[in-house]
């Protein structure tokens, strides 16, 4: 059974410092992964999509990296603002069918 | 512009009272899903549909119905609200494809069940 695993669950940093999310799963099989941000009580805005046969995705500040055989994907935020403040979740697309396997998130507060 | 369009983004409602959200998505994605939000426990999977006229249970299914009649809409109905249906409802529609597409997801209904 997939599980997904995002550590730390809540991180405070001072704005401007680069910072890591790390997101792992149990098994390799896996379609893609995809990085989502929400705002409280808003939608999720996808970031990031890695798919499978990938090792990374860039998006401005942003950059997601895959290791299938270890199981894990991390998030690098470059230079952090205080705009970057939201909970970051990742999920996991099975790769026999399309059902998504969620992470618990990571809450991210970035201090002026 | 390409989006998953939920409506309304807010209800207030009481216990037994019929309600339907609807989803629409303009991308002409096959697949489309209805997940819930609780505090603590995360996303969870309500219903999906694979395409039209093709409907399956996720993992938490009571209490709720789908229809896919069109590709493009996918409402949630709530024959009879309670309580325990209180939550932060979200829709989300994807592509099939060999390489495996993303999931845009619409901006979310916020429903309290009094």
């Known amino acids: 059974k997939q599980e997904v695993t995002q550590i730390p669950a809540a991180l405070s940093v001072p704005e401007g410092e680069n910072l890591v999310l790390n997101c792992s799963f149990t098994?390799?099989?896996?379609?893609?992964l995809q990085w989502f941000r929400q705002d409280p009580g808003k939608g999720l805005t996808s970031l990031l999509l890695?798919?499978?046969s990938q090792r990374e995705q860039t998006s401005g500040r942003l950059n997601a990296s895959l290791d299938k055989s270890s199981g894990r994907s991390t998030l690098y935020i470059a230079a952090s603002q205080p705009g970057d403040s939201a909970t970051y979740l990742c999920?996991?697309?099975?790769?026999?069918?399309?059902?998504?396997?969620w992470g618990a998130g990571t809450k991210l507060i970035i201090k002026p | 512009e390409a989006q998953v369009t939920q409506n309304p983004r807010y209800l207030i409602t009481v216990t037994g009272k019929k309600l339907t959200v609807t989803c629409s998505q303009n991308?002409?994605?096959?697949?489309m899903s209805w997940y819930r939000q609780d505090p603590g426990l995360g996303l969870r999977q309500i219903y999906y549909?694979?395409?039209?006229?093709?409907?399956d249970k996720g993992d938490v299914p009571e209490g709720y119905k789908v229809s896919r009649k069109e590709k493009r809409n996918f409402p949630l109905i709530l024959e009879s609200p309670s309580p325990n249906q209180t939550s932060l409802y979200f829709c989300?529609?994807?592509?099939?494809?060999?390489?495996?597409?993303?999931?845009?997801f619409g901006s979310g209904t916020r429903l309290t069940v009094v």
């Open positions: 989300a529609s994807s592509s099939q494809g060999e390489m495996g597409y993303g999931y845009t």
């Open positions: 991308m002409n994605h096959e697949y």
């Open positions: 549909s694979m395409n039209v006229e093709v409907t």
């Open positions: 098994d390799s099989a896996i379609y893609n």
């Open positions: 890695i798919q499978s």
């Open positions: 999920a996991v697309r099975r790769s026999s069918n399309y059902q998504l396997i």
